[in-house]
């Protein structure tokens, strides 16, 4: 609509003035708010920016490649994108306690981050260098940092956030999203022609899979979930409510699958198996303060356990959690 190209033309002469011919650095995490960004920076100053993407090796299925062929593809953006898997991993060994392992990611992230983007800043022959660092801030973050939130006294969950990196970096910070509330960034995000699924996606934490295998993370856990939460992913896409017309995805507020690393027994054919359990959740919520768990149909559900133990060799149980936030949490970590 007019409104949103009028906002667009304003919001690229605004980063055109304030970036003029410098260079800018951004941190891609195929999320919402980075993405719109990144798509919007790289409409008002194209080859001016170049976005780094850290793959943790904790990502959805496909992931990597769908965020490479996204802005790399079709918007022909500028992306280094940094396959960290095995530093990640690594450090992450012997791992079980929650926030330790959010500690870890969050801080070898920083790391990874930072090492990439001196690189950029010191340039290269002739190629001056970045002076900005551009973040998806959006509206609520910029209240949230003010303090105006920061009445809850005990922290829960750890959420590692990257402030103060420009600082460190030595960068002026571009921050285009920073007037926009979370819907208004979606709309931007489609108006910039980024795909509907992309931009209405559910939220997804930082340390992503890393917090929903259950104590230590190990590459074959991952493997497996990743192939397990594509099914009931897509399986939610598949699924529409009939009054609503809507799809159960679009239904829920978060959904996803958790690695639990123990094992039961089960048959199949004539023989006896011994694998791994995976939980589905899914939740409905406003905020993600309070959550309580989705009636998804059982037809649903059937078609999902069905798919993922038949599909996924390795998993053969599927069971979906019943438990509301509170006192539950969304992640189960
Ligand atoms: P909980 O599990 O605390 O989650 O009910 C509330 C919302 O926060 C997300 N979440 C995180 N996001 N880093 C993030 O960026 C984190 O460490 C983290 N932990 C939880 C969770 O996915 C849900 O949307």
Redesign the pocket.
Known sequence: DWVMRDHIAEAVEQIRQQVGDEEVILGLSGGVDSSVAAALIHRAIGDQLTCVFVDHGLLRLNEGDMVMDMFVGKLHAKVIRVDASDLFLGKLAGVSDPEAK?KIIGGLFVDVFKAEAAKLKAGDGGHKGATFLAQGTIYPDVIESGGAKSKKAVT?????NVGGLPEQLGLKLLEPLRDLFKDEVRELGVALGLPPEMVYRH?????GLG?RILGEVKKEYADLLRRADAIFIEELRNFRDEASGKTWYDLTS?AFTVFLPVKSVGVMGDGRTYDYVVALRAVQTSD?MT?DWAELPYALLKKVSGRIINEVRGINRVTYDVSS?PPA???WE
């Open positions: 959010r829960i969950k750890s959420h590692h939220p997804f934490p930082g340390p917090v978060q993600f959550a936030k949490t969304i992640e």
